[in-house]
């Protein structure tokens, strides 16, 4: 039966020639499209929605400062923490951490910064009045509370 | 001399290091957007400043928010959702002559003038003119920031919806379809400027805010 011979089973093999071109492909977009992580948050971030809100383009003219319950109570204990850069500290470091950012921004620019405030839904008004008591000292004096977009009931 | 051939590149790895890459990028990049409620905070009033003038009573638009969260609005219990129309009715009122206004194109008034864009109840116990109406929060010190920032968005509700209409009798288009194309616009053009400045004018968001001692 020599006649019939075996044909050779299976697929052939997928040219995975282009694959690396995709991959760079997609690696270019989020190289571009996105920004670097600068801090992670230490604090709780439940932010409250709004609808009229603006969008904070500049990332360069934004000083971030983030409020909120720590994550690790067993070492900050319960309450409000404010972060600054990649640690908590208190509302007297908040002028110095305004200082150092405006030393990144050219002079002309200094103007246009933003202090941005993340604050959790359940932090008290007053801690974030402490802060922007401080921000009025040093005249730092556009600020935005952070809030997700929320849709028009 | 037999011409050597160089021997092909396996570029079967190539892909392994673009993902590795792709997932580096994934990882320590964010694509979110920061976007707020911006708010300009007043300025550090020297030791020896003049006191604040005193503005009349039936021109304050008073909010006060207590330590659990309820909300009184010119002394009366409300919902956060109720604040909008009040605001409106109350910024929007006009009943008397306000502040002479100045904007690109118009020279300064020497007097005020009616409000004659307003379309309130021209009640006399409310506000006299936009440029004149305040509107003030006073929280408490344990207040909390989601319900602060909901009466404030509502604030911003209001003066948006004012703005929109006026922009819209004035220009034809909405004062949000300016801003944004304000934003879009690579070149500025001075008359958009000088429009929204002028919207902006007639009506200016004039919050204060307080904690309560």
């Known amino acids: 039966m020599s006649k019939f011979k075996k044909k050779k089973k299976g697929l052939p093999p997928i040219n995975t020639a282009s694959l690396p071109d995709i991959v760079f492909m997609l690696l270019f977009f989020f190289m571009v499209a996105t920004t670097m992580r600068e801090t992670s948050p230490l604090v709780g971030q439940d932010l409250p929605t709004a609808v009229e809100i603006k969008k904070l383009s500049e990332k360069r003219l934004v000083s971030t400062i ?15 923490k404010i972060q600054l850069n990649d640690k908590i500290a208190t509302v007297k470091e908040v002028r110095a951490f305004i200082y150092a950012e405006r030393e990144k921004v050219p002079q002309d620019e200094q103007s246009a910064m933003t202090t941005l405030i993340k604050s959790d839904m359940k932090s008290t008004v007053g801690t974030i009045n402490d802060i922007e008591a401080e921000l009025r000292e040093i005249n730092a004096l556009k600020v935005t509370y952070a809030t997700r977009q929320g849709t028009e009931k | 001399m037999a011409r050597r051939e160089t021997p092909e590149i396996n570029a079967g790895s190539m892909a392994d290091i673009a993902f590795l890459l792709l997932i580096f990028f994934l990882v320590t990049t964010t694509m979110d957007v920061d976007a707020g409620i911006s708010r300009r905070l007043p300025e550090k009033q020297p030791i020896d400043a003049p006191p604040p003038p005193i503005v009349k009573e039936r021109n304050v638009f008073e909010i006060i928010i207590n330590r659990s969260n309820d909300i009184l609005v010119e002394n009366e219990y409300r919902k956060v959702n109720e604040i909008k129309d009040l605001a409106i009715a109350f910024i929007d009122n006009g009943g008397s002559i306000g502040n002479p206004i100045e904007y690109p194109g118009k020279q300064k008034e020497v007097e005020g003038k009616d409000c004659s864009w307003c379309e309130g109840a021209k009640n006399p116990e409310s506000s006299d003119h936009p440029n004149k109406a305040v509107i003030s929060i006073k929280t408490d010190r344990s207040t909390e920031m989601g319900t602060f ?10 003066y948006t919806f004012l703005r929109n209409r006026l922009a819209m009798k004035e220009f034809g288009k909405t004062y949000t379809q300016m801003l944004k194309e304000e934003d879009n616009a690579v070149n500025v053009s001075d008359k958009l400027k000088g429009d929204i400045k002028k919207i902006k004018v007639m009506y200016p968001e004039i919050i204060s805010k307080s904690e309560n001692k």
């Open chain 1, 66 to 80: 983030y409020v909120g319950p720590a994550a690790d109570k067993k070492t900050y204990g319960d309450g409000d």
């Open chain 2, 149 to 158: 920032i909901a009466v404030q968005d509502e604030l911003g509700k209001a």
